[in-house]
Structures are given as C-alpha cells and as structure tokens.
C-alpha cells in the first residue's frame, strides 16, 4: 500500500494530501512520522477521515443501522439471521470505513469465509452486505465471485412413515404440531400462532391470521401470515377436531399450542422419530412430505397452492416437493420394462 511521502509546510506542521475513491483527503499533523501513520491508518480503513465521519461509517456500523430500520418489518427470525451475519461473518471486514474498502478487499474476505462456513450460509451473508452498504452508503459491492452453492440431499419421510409417527404421537404434547404440519401442510409459525378463536366449528375450518416466531427475547407474535398467499382457511378434518377437543377448556392459552414452546415441539418430534424407527424430520419437514403428497395424489396445482399458502407453483415444486423413493423405484421400472420389451420386440421383427 503506497502512501505520499509527507512535506513539511510554512506553518512548520507535516501535510499529506491522500487521493481515495475519487475524493481528496488533506491530512495536517506535527511530525512527519505522525502525517505518514495517519494517512497509512485512512487508507487502509483503520482511521477515519475525521472531517467525513458520516461517509465514512464501518461494515459494521452499516449492518447495525440496516438491521434496525428494518425491525418491525422483517420477521424476528429474519432479523436474527441477520444478527447472526454481523456477529460471525467478514470479521476483517466489520471495523473498516466502508468507503475506504476496495472491492479486492470484498472478495478476499468472501474468499477467507468460504473456508469457514457453507456456500449457502456465504452466499446469504454476501447479500445481506451488498444489499445494506448499497442502501445506505451507495458504494456498489456486487460481482464478488462465490463458491458453487451445492443442493443437500434431503431425505423426508415416505407416506407410510408420516403414518408411523404420526401413530407413535398419540397423546404426546407435540401430537397436535405433527398432525397439523403432516396433514395441513401448515408452517410451524402458523401452528404455534393459531388462535382459538381461528378455528370455526360450524364451518370445520381453521383460518390463518397470525404467526408465532422465534425472536432473541422468546416468542414474538405477528399479524397477518408470511404473505398474502399464506394467509388462507383450510378445510379442517374431524380428525383434528377431536384432538382439539381433548384440550382441557377454559384454555389455558389465547393460542391453541401456547402451552408448547416450538423448541421443546422440535425435541418431541425428534424423539418420536426415533421412537417409530424412521428417519429424523422436523415440522417443516412434514411440510415438504405434504407437498409430496399432493402432487402425487394428482391434486389440481391451484389447490395444492391455496392449500399450501404458495405465492407460485415453482416454489412448491421446486423447494417443497421431492419425489418419494417408492415412486421413483416404480417410475425407474416401468422405464426399464418400457425399453427392454421394446428392444426384444425389435429384435424379433428384425429375425434376431
């Protein structure tokens, strides 16, 4: 990093005159050493222009700012995510002025994180830095090269293996999550936030009006659902309803699963998992198995949707629904069959 020499002025004070970013940065000490270790402080973003303090805010402070002019817009969960970022990603990067980072300095901290953390978790990080230090500063910190970002192979749970657990539930704290998620294709959000007064008895409906989601002070309660999609009334079975029956009244709770926190539900589910004897899931999980579910009944995509509370068929196809193993192993054999009588039928016409 090349720094202009300092020169002494008619005053006798020591001046250094910094060209960064297209801006000019005058600096005036009392010894020529002092001059140099502060233009070397500004130009590495260790220092602060002190005549531009503004402009010349850290990573950090600029992350800060983002994440609290969107509080009470952005989901709890989301925030902390967020949070998360600013504590434990581009640790390099967070103290520096972020006009006096160079976009080199962006991709060799990208470069250093992808050794720390997943291309995905990388991948969200980078954005949420571009997408802050763009809205509130201006400089433009996109076109950085990321890792590939590689698909995990998920294994949810076959038909028969949703029966299993949901069998193993009976009676369990989490029996009313598992059948809600399993069978409603319901968020874990919606679930711990349905209120009983959602609920319509004549019409044997459950509405969606508000959510329950994790924030860093416990169990954060918001209006409306993810989006407008997600708010919707879903056809409620008898078999729920008695479940609900079975919770003591007067409840407890304004919300139907209040008495449950979703950690303590995650650990149940868990637990029954392995209680049955099938592979760990969680209610997200049997979300996806719903997806899977409809699409394979032949459910009209436009209900599958409502029902799902899908903005878009894409995103229910391409995020939640999998193919079941069972169905693949048929698909794969009827292919296999479908070739292998038409070779043999070719080769008898042939004379083979």
């Not at 989901?75 to 970022?85: A, D, F, K, M």
Request: aromatic share 6%; net charge positive; proline share 4%.
């Amino acid at each position: 990093m090349k720094i202009p020499k300092a020169r002494q002025v008619s005053s006798g004070r020591w001046f250094v005159r910094l060209r960064i970013d297209g801006r000019t940065i005058n600096i005036t000490e009392d010894t020529e050493a002092a001059a140099e270790a502060r233009a070397a402080m500004i130009k590495s973003g260790l220092q602060e222009d002190r005549r531009d303090p503004g402009r010349l805010t850290t990573v950090d402070g600029c992350l800060t700012r983002y994440i609290e002019m969107n509080r009470g817009v952005l989901s709890p969960s989301t925030l902390r995510g967020y949070e998360q970022i600013r504590l434990h990603r581009f640790p390099e990067l967070m103290p520096r002025r972020v006009s006096l980072v160079r976009r080199q300095d962006v991709q060799r901290a990208v470069s250093r994180e992808a050794g720390r953390c997943s291309a995905k978790t990388l991948k969200n990080a980078y954005a949420l830095l571009v997408k802050a230090v763009r809205e509130l500063t201006g400089e433009d910190w996109s076109g950085c090269h990321l890792p590939q970002v590689v698909k995990p192979e998920k294994r949810y749970l076959e038909e028969e293996e949703v029966f299993r657990l949901i069998a193993a539930a009976k009676g369990d704290l989490a029996e009313i999550p598992i059948v809600m998620a399993a069978w409603l294709g319901m968020r874990r959000s919606e679930i711990f936030g349905l209120r009983w007064r959602d609920v319509d008895y004549a019409r044997k409906t459950i509405t969606i009006r508000q959510t329950a989601l994790e924030g860093d002070g416990g169990v954060v309660i918001r209006n409306g659902a993810k989006n407008l999609s997600s708010q919707r009334t879903l056809s409620c079975p008898e078999y729920i309803f008695e479940l609900l029956a079975g919770i003591p009244l007067p409840p407890k709770h304004e919300r139907i699963c209040g008495f449950l926190h979703p950690n303590t539900a995650r650990k149940h589910v868990h637990e029954l998992c392995r209680k049955a004897g099938i592979p760990d899931t969680s209610l997200h999980g049997l979300r996806h198995t719903n997806a899977a579910l409809m699409l394979r009944e032949g459910i009209p995509e436009k209900y599958a949707m409502e029902r799902g509370g899908w903005a878009t068929d894409a995103t229910m196809k391409d995020v939640y629904a999998y193919t079941f193993a069972s169905t693949k192993k048929e698909s794969d054999r009827r292919m296999d069959l479908l070739f292998e009588e038409g070779i043999a039928l070719a080769g008898t016409k042939n004379g083979n």
